[in-house]
């Protein structure tokens, strides 16, 4: 073999293995960003998602997060005919939009979904992987539970439901207004974890 063939075929391997490694590095750097659990207090010591405000609207929220929802795939809504203009028709019941693999808490991806009431956002939902992810939930609730302690002091626990598990931490509003931290989690006959999602909401009556 001739020695300039050599060289070809070895600086197509060198190439082979950079755009390998390349691709590697920007996998990793595309992982989403860590859920900071101590953000979730905004500056009027609300409950909150750091950076957004109660009330905004579809757009608005678009707009802070520099990001497009498609109006035909809501994650979830309540609308007698669909599809539904929710930008610029406010005249619906309740809708969420949701970004998968938003943010990582405790090293998991995890789904981020944005529920408004009439146009207005109040409710900010993380959904950790569900267990036949093969994560390991029962560490991670545990994990989460005592982390929120220590951040927001104890929690008002409703485990009547042996199925259905809640979790709260509440900020004092006037009047019908809820502004809540909370973490439910669901359980399996056996008592196995299936599923762990906690939110932030602010719900005003006079809002829907």
């Not at 757009?59 to 929802?69: N, V």
């Not at 545990?142 to 302690?149: A, D, K, V």
Request: charged residues 25%.
């Amino acid at each position: 073999m001739k020695k300039k063939t050599k060289l070809t075929i070895l600086f197509a391997f060198l190439l082979c293995v950079l755009l390998i490694v390349s691709g590697i590095l920007t996998s990793c750097s595309q992982k989403p960003p860590a859920l900071d659990l101590g953000s979730l207090k905004n500056e009027e010591d609300r409950f909150a998602w750091p950076g957004l405000t109660w009330g905004m609207s579809l757009i608005e929220l678009e707009e802070a997060l520099d990001y497009q929802f498609d109006m035909e795939k809501p994650d979830l809504y309540v609308q007698r005919e669909f599809p539904h203009d929710y930008r610029n028709d406010p005249n619906y019941s309740s809708v969420s939009f949701a970004i998968e693999n938003y943010v990582t808490v405790f090293g998991k991806q995890s789904k981020v979904g944005f529920q408004f009431f009439a146009d207005k956002l109040m409710v900010v939902s993380v959904f950790l992987p569900k267990r036949n992810s093969g994560a390991d939930l029962e560490k991670l609730s545990e994990q989460l539970l005592t982390e929120l302690e220590r951040l927001y002091g104890d929690y008002t626990a409703d485990e009547s439901n042996s199925e259905f598990k809640h979790y709260y931490w509440s900020h004092n509003e006037p009047g019908d207004i809820m502004n809540r931290l909370h973490v439910g989690i669901m359980h399996n006959s056996k008592g196995e974890i299936l599923s762990i999602d906690f939110d932030v909401h602010y719900l005003n009556p006079q809002w829907r």
